[in-house]
């Protein structure tokens, strides 16, 4: 089986962490975010994943070859000259994904972090007989995005309804696809969105099905998206590999911790904690809801929530680090200084206090 | 006459030639044309008649004193051949440029680009001052970087080729200050020639006077001769407090309290070699260690850098920087500058780039490679780099538009807006001091000046 990743774009939302790599190479709980996917996907089966980007493609391509050996799965790109959209870049990976043996091929949307039940989702996709599948997701306040209106006991979609004003239902777009080839054959090799223009007309014929996704679901293409994110993933995590979460006396609630980090004495760390490889976390600091990524030192009874720390960076001992402060690559925040939301670019040095949140470049 | 007295005054003339030439050979000063015609008047003088056959390469203005009239084509010779070997390569100068950081003052101009090559009226900043030392006969120029190597190295090969001076750069892994680089880099800059050499600042516009500075600096025989600028606040920066007759420098002061002077370092230097001995080897300030210390030896001498001076690192004095600069073309070769009906003030268009009817460009605008300006586009104190488009009816002042941007129809674009590489301003959008991050569309009006990420 194949699949294909919608990679696309330039990241800007997570910036200032996209300043420093790609999109899907950005850390989640201690690995690259697309890695969630691909093995993920590699668990099921699949033996080729096509990456559809467009952006920095010699970075993506070193870490490709790198994962490639791996993980034992084929990682291939395909480029877009110009963006087209959700679903132009299935039409551009055409030959790529058709392979003559008339397999479904997975389509994932890079931002997005689930349990990723796509075994279910292949038997839920031969016993409907369709032409595709889409994976939907319970939300709170459906009117924020497109709304998937379907048959509850069938999963057949009847139609899709773009952030509505009355209530039609509460299930959106999760970003996950089963396709059957003959998708391929409705797309134009031309900028085009796969909810307006693609699903519409299968749907419209009857062939689309929807299933409900168990488990958490979040896109964290964003800073607060991401934090939350991290809070589902753990909670997940403890539900079905405990073992990789940390535990000891100075450990509360979900933390995940990279074997190669030091956490000193007198620490209390979580809940929602990822700490990467290389870290240092020296004594007396607290730390919950925030990801410390690679190689960052966290001095002595500095207190950091609800935070991002970019790679190599350092936070000074008793700085304060809070609400949705986002620290990019090598950003070192002085002995004492509180930052209140603060979103720093790289290579900086923050000697002041940030009061309200703000952007530092 | 007899052969025994022409031996005698071949002699005498060939030990003249040879005293004056170990005079010339020791001090470097003296001036081989009054040598020539010292030698030729001396002989003259003597009222010497020699035979022609005569040949040997410091004897040549014997030969020619019979015939007075020639003596004088003949020194002139000589002292063009002098001085085309002073400038060909007999002296190899060196200079250091200091490059360093990441530049994050120029943000988002240097997401993209590395700082000196983020282009100043359309060229790369650090061929300006490159290209400044060429002129004066730098055969070697040492760029000290830390950040982005690759990127660097890749634009030195273009440009090694095309400008026919060599490149090379000397990479800190740790940040060394200002004076640490240069420690880092001795072995490039110092040769057995004993000459001087420049150290630059990469940030720094002027009109790069460096000839003048060669000759004050061997005119105060001291160890190091620095560029010191005026300026109206010195409050806010390290004054340089000096002799005005002589130039030597006393002490420098930082951001003073009370007034000491209003001169500050503008960041271009002519140290003598032995200034690498007092720089070890670590984050050191050259303001701060080792200068003062040169000046207490009275060895440290300041010249008031003539025209402009800009430190351009950041873009509110980058677009002034532009005016400064735009205006020195004027006075100096104001054939580069554009004309015409459209054209006001001091602006700069390249070759490549097109404009439409019915703009207005200028004052003090710089208009990259490939831009295309749309029709009834009024343009002022803004630069706009390569490729980017500007549609019609658009205004834009007081900003920086990055390369590939575009800016909407009727857009408005002012107030020190600075749009990063590929931003694209949609039509009739207003933007009031916008810095927008390379990749991003800007749907709606950005009304007061923020970050836009």
Same mark, same amino acid.
């Given at each position: ?25 950005v850390d989640f709980a201690n690995k690259p975010m697309i890695l969630h996917q691909i093995e993920a996907l590699k668990a099921i ?14 970075? +993506?391509?070193? !870490?490709? *070859?790198?994962f490639?050996?791996k993980l034992g @799965?084929?990682? &291939?790109?395909?480029? #877009? ?31 997005v972090i689930s349990e990723y039940p796509l075994k279910? +989702?292949?038997? !839920?996709? *031969? ?6 599948? @889409?994976?939907? &997701?319970?939300?709170? #306040? ?72 168990p488990g958490f679901w979040m896109?964290i ?5 991401y934090i939350s994110g991290l809070t589902l993933y753990l909670d997940s995590l403890r539900k079905n590999s405990p073992s990789k979460l940390a535990s000891g006396p100075h450990i509360v609630g979900n933390v995940i911790v990279h074997e190669t980090a030091n956490i000193?004495?007198?620490c209390l760390i979580g809940p929602d904690v990822a700490i990467g490889p290389g870290c240092?976390v ?5 730390l919950s809801r925030c990801t410390v990524m690679r190689g960052v ?11 991002i720390i ?52 | ?453």
């Amino acid at each position: 089986m194949k699949a294909l990743i919608l990679v696309g774009g330039f990241g800007t939302r997570l910036r200032p962490l996209t300043l420093s790599v790609p999109k899907p190479l950005v850390d989640f709980a201690n690995k690259p975010m697309i890695l969630h996917q691909i093995e993920a996907l590699k668990a099921i089966g699949v033996n080729e994943v096509v990456l559809a980007i467009n952006y920095q493609p010699e970075v +993506m391509l070193n !870490f490709l *070859k790198e994962f490639e050996a791996k993980l034992g @799965i084929k990682i &291939t790109c395909s480029q #877009e000259t110009e963006p087209l959209g959700t679903a132009g870049p299935l039409a551009l990976a055409r030959d790529k994904l058709v392979d003559g043996s008339g397999e479904p091929f997975f389509v994932l949307n890079s931002d997005v972090i689930s349990e990723y039940p796509l075994k279910e +989702m292949i038997a !839920f996709h *031969k016993a409907h007989g369709g032409e595709a599948s @889409i994976m939907v &997701t319970k939300v709170d #306040e459906p009117s924020k995005y497109g709304v998937v209106v379907m048959d509850e006991t069938t999963g057949q979609v009847e139609k899709f309804v773009e952030k509505p004003k009355l209530f039609v239902g509460n299930k959106i777009n999760a970003g996950i696809y089963l396709l059957n080839p003959s998708v391929l054959d409705r797309i134009e090799l031309r900028p085009t969105s796969i909810e307006k223009e693609v699903f519409p007309n299968i749907a419209a014929a009857k062939k689309l099905y929807a299933m409900v996704l168990p488990g958490f679901w979040m896109d964290i293409g964003q800073p607060r998206d991401y934090i939350s994110g991290l809070t589902l993933y753990l909670d997940s995590l403890r539900k079905n590999s405990p073992s990789k979460l940390a535990s000891g006396p100075h450990i509360v609630g979900n933390v995940i911790v990279h074997e190669t980090a030091n956490i000193g004495e007198g620490c209390l760390i979580g809940p929602d904690v990822a700490i990467g490889p290389g870290c240092v976390v020296e004594s007396g600091v607290r730390l919950s809801r925030c990801t410390v990524m690679r190689g960052v030192r966290i001095r002595k009874h500095s207190c950091i929530s609800s935070s991002i720390i970019g790679w190599h960076s350092t936070v000074g001992q008793w700085a304060r680090v809070e609400n949705m402060t986002i620290l990019g690559e090598d950003v070192h925040v002085c002995d004492e200084v509180y930052s209140n939301g603060g979103v720093v670019l790289p290579h900086k040095e923050i000697k002041s206090n940030i009061l309200k949140p703000e952007i530092v470049m | 006459m007899t052969s025994s007295s022409l031996q005698h005054h071949i002699w005498l003339g060939r030990k003249y030639w040879i005293l004056s030439t170990y005079l010339r050979i020791s001090t470097r000063r003296v001036d081989s044309v009054w040598v020539g015609v010292d030698s030729v008047r001396f002989f003259i003088l003597a009222d010497l008649k020699l035979d022609v056959s005569v040949c040997s390469s410091d004897l040549v203005l014997l030969c020619v004193v019979e015939v007075p009239a020639l003596s004088v084509a003949v020194f002139v010779l000589a002292l063009l051949s002098f001085l085309a070997s002073e400038s060909k390569g007999d002296i190899k100068m060196k200079a250091l440029i200091l490059v360093g950081g990441f530049g994050t003052r120029l943000r988002p101009l240097t997401l993209s680009f590395p700082k000196p090559l983020v282009d100043f009226a359309n060229k790369p900043m650090i061929l300006h001052q490159i290209e400044a030392l060429k002129a004066i006969g730098v055969t070697e120029v040492v760029l000290a970087i830390n950040y982005q190597p690759e990127v660097m190295l890749n634009f030195l090969k273009d440009f090694e080729t095309k400008l026919g001076i060599k490149i090379t750069c000397s990479q800190e892994t740790e940040p060394l200050g200002t004076a640490g680089p240069l420690a880092l880099a001795r072995d490039k800059l110092i040769d057995d020639s004993g000459e001087p050499f420049f150290v630059l600042n990469s940030d720094v516009i002027s009109e790069y006077p460096l000839k003048e500075m060669i000759e004050f600096h061997k005119g105060h025989g001291g160890e190091a001769s620095i560029m010191v600028t005026k300026v109206d606040e010195p409050s806010k920066y390290g004054v340089v407090v000096m002799e005005d007759s002589t130039g030597k420098v006393d002490k420098f002061v930082e951001k003073p309290k009370l007034f000491v002077g209003n001169k500050i370092n503008a960041g271009i230097y002519l140290l003598n070699p032995s200034v690498l001995d007092r720089i070890e080897l670590r984050p050191t300030s050259i303001e701060k260690e080792v200068f003062p210390k040169i000046a207490a030896e009275k060895k440290l001498f300041a010249m008031v850098l003539p025209g402009f001076w800009m430190d351009i690192g950041q873009p509110r004095d980058y677009i002034s920087g532009l005016r400064l600069y735009l205006d020195s073309l004027r006075k100096k070769s104001s054939s580069k500058l554009a004309s015409g009906s459209q054209i006001v003030g001091n602006v700069i268009v390249d070759e490549t780039a097109k404009i439409g009817e019915g703009c207005l460009i200028g004052p003090d605008v710089a208009i990259g490679p490939g831009c295309i300006i749309e029709q009834g586009v009024r343009l002022k104190s803004c630069t706009i780099m390569r490729g980017v488009r500007v549609k019609k009816h658009a205004c834009v002042s007081s900003s920086i538009i990055g390369w590939h941007s575009t800016v909407g129809q009727w857009a408005r674009v002012d107030n020190m807006t600075i749009l990063g590489e590929d931003v694209h301003v949609c039509d009739e959008i207003y933007s009031n001091g916008g810095v927008v991050l390379p990749h991003k569309e800007i749907k709606s009006n950005i009304l007061k000046p923020e970050i836009v990420m």
